[in-house]
């Protein structure tokens, strides 16, 4: 008898915290679905001191707000995040509440460097390749033309780095860095030479050959000046040049090699 007195004191207790839960979160519920809660305001500013240039109202409101659902309390912010993620130009986002009513997006802009393949995508100094409008783009900078396969994205930006540095001792500038899907690299130059550099023997390969085309360029430069249309380096003992006065083939020994 004893026992099952005490058993029933202990089910009529559960039974009551369950309903004080249901009550307190049926409180909660309609506290948190108030008007006063409702997103009143998104407010939108630059993460750095760098302000947006192509990140605007008219954009955000056909872009992202539309995919914003949900209130002060339950709006998710990894949701809202990834709404302005979606936006043209927007590389990084931050959200934050701001009570009672608001929430706070702090956007950082992708800052172009050139395009990326022949699909009218564009790449960041940072390397990350995004879709956004050309004309806008070619506002910003004189864009380059890098490609490659998918995911080396990284590998041909810090590659385009280094030819930067090594043309720049004869005073010229890759436009155009190619890398093939044979892992094959190209680069063409700001007076629009084209260098076929080939693929990678070891971690020298590619500057040894630029190295062994620099200590040449004065001399052609001085012999053929402004006709040089192409040079090909893939040659260990020598090179293989195409002029607007015919093709030419430079050794530096007088067996011949093949490609590599």
Do not use: C
């Not at 490609?147 to 004869?170: H, M, N, T």
């Amino acid at each position: 008898m004893w026992h099952d007195i005490r058993w029933m004191n202990i089910t009529a207790n559960a039974l009551f915290g369950m309903v004080l839960l249901a009550l307190m979160a049926s409180g909660v519920w309609w506290v948190i679905q108030r008007p006063m809660f409702t997103l009143a305001a998104i407010r939108v500013e630059a993460m750095n001191t760098e302000p947006l240039r192509h990140v605007d109202a008219l954009t955000i409101r056909n872009a992202a707000i539309p995919k914003i659902r949900g209130n002060f309390f339950t709006a998710n912010l990894d949701a809202v995040r990834a709404a302005f993620e979606s936006v043209p130009w927007v590389r990084r986002a931050s959200v934050q509440r701001e009570w009672p009513n608001k929430l706070t997006v702090r956007l950082e802009e992708h800052a172009v460097l050139g395009t990326w393949g022949e699909d009218g995508r564009l790449i960041s100094v940072r390397g990350d390749v995004f879709t956004a409008n050309l004309a806008e783009a070619e506002e910003d900078a004189e864009l380059i033309s890098l490609s490659g396969p998918d995911g080396s994205e990284k590998e041909v930006l810090a590659q385009y780095q280094l030819f930067q540095q090594w043309f720049s001792r004869i005073n010229l500038a890759p436009e155009a860095v190619r890398y093939s899907s044979r892992y094959a690299w190209s680069v063409r130059l700001n007076n629009g030479m084209q260098v076929e550099l080939g693929r990678v023997q070891d971690g020298t390969t590619l500057e040894s050959r630029v190295n062994q085309l620099m200590t040449v360029y004065p001399q052609l430069i001085a012999s053929l000046q402004d006709s040089i249309q192409s040079v090909d380096m893939r040659y260990p003992n020598g090179l293989a040049l195409k002029s607007s006065h015919g093709a030419i083939g430079l050794k530096k020994q007088t067996k011949a090699s093949g490609k590599t």
